[in-house]
T-cell receptor, first 116, second 114 residues
Framework: DTAVSQTPKYLVTQMGNDKSIKCEQN?????MYWYKQDSKKFLKIMFS???????INETVPNRFSPKSPDKAHLNLHINSLELGDSAVYFC???????????????FGEGSRLTVL | DQQVKQNSPSLSVQEGRISILNCDYT??????FLWYKKYPAEGPTFLIS?????DKNEDGRFTVFLNKSAKHLSLHIVPSQPGDSAVYFC?????????????FGTGTRLTIIP
């Protein structure tokens, strides 16, 4: 019973395709996040949702669209994939908006996206 | 603009000795700092944190030190154990209109040599 689970764990696709990564948390948290770890190992926040409301939206191409059907799920849809989108995408959750202040973000195992 | 820097990509330490991982930051608005540990094929897991009102926080074998004037923090692991071999990420937090954003460093890969 994984606390934060992401699917798929690996995704290989062609440029121009559209793909989605799903995330679910069973911790009862009300805030969820998407982070991207690029080839230089930077782990950067992309989006954050609190109770299905978008609260953090970093400078991310609008080809990336998060969707939160309920507070336990946060999916990431990527249109027209580009080579530079290749990265590991981590979903995370926390209780409340103060994910950092309370000390704990709970991360999923990551989804490695490779765009050919 | 790399606001949180971990200048050592890797570190090797003998088992039983002290491991010291360093982190520097540039944004003076950061007021909460965390360390995360990551094993291969897993997500990062929270290890220890410190508020800017403190200069030290200890939890078992792990101690984090904060030097605000130098904008520097360090993680000490004593004694180091083989299970500590992992990538360690430093992260810093600043309130952004009531929301929290964590800014991560690029990580230091710690290898404990038996």
């Amino acid at each position: 019973d994984t606390a934060v689970s992401q699917t798929p764990k690996y995704l290989v696709t062609q440029m121009g395709n559209d793909k989605s990564i799903k995330c679910e948390q069973n911790l009862g948290h009300d805030t969820m996040y998407w982070y991207k770890q690029d080839s230089k190992k930077f782990l950067k926040i992309m989006f954050s949702y609190n109770n299905k409301e978008l609260i953090i939206n970093e400078t991310v191409p609008n080809r990336f669209s998060p969707k939160s059907p309920d507070k336990a799920h946060l999916n990431l849809h990527i249109n027209s994939l580009e080579l530079g989108d290749s990265a590991v995408y981590f979903c995370a959750s926390s209780q409340g908006r103060a994910g950092g202040r309370t000390g704990e973000l709970f991360f999923g195992e990551g989804s490695r996206l490779t765009v050919l | 603009d790399q606001q949180v820097k971990q200048n050592s990509p890797s570190l090797s330490v003998q088992e039983g000795r002290i491991s010291i991982l360093n982190c520097d930051y540039t944004n003076s608005m950061f007021d909460y700092f965390l360390w995360y540990k990551k094993y291969p094929a897993e997500g990062p897991t929270f290890l220890i944190s410190i508020s800017s009102i403190k200069d030290k926080n200890e939890d078992g074998r792990f101690t984090v030190f904060l030097n605000k004037s130098a904008k520097h923090l360090s993680l000490h692991i004593v004694p180091s154990q083989p299970g500590d071999s992992a990538v360690y990420f430093c992260a810093a937090s600043a309130r952004d209109f009531g929301n929290e954003k964590l800014t991560f460093g690029t990580g230091t890969r710690l290898t404990i040599i038996p």
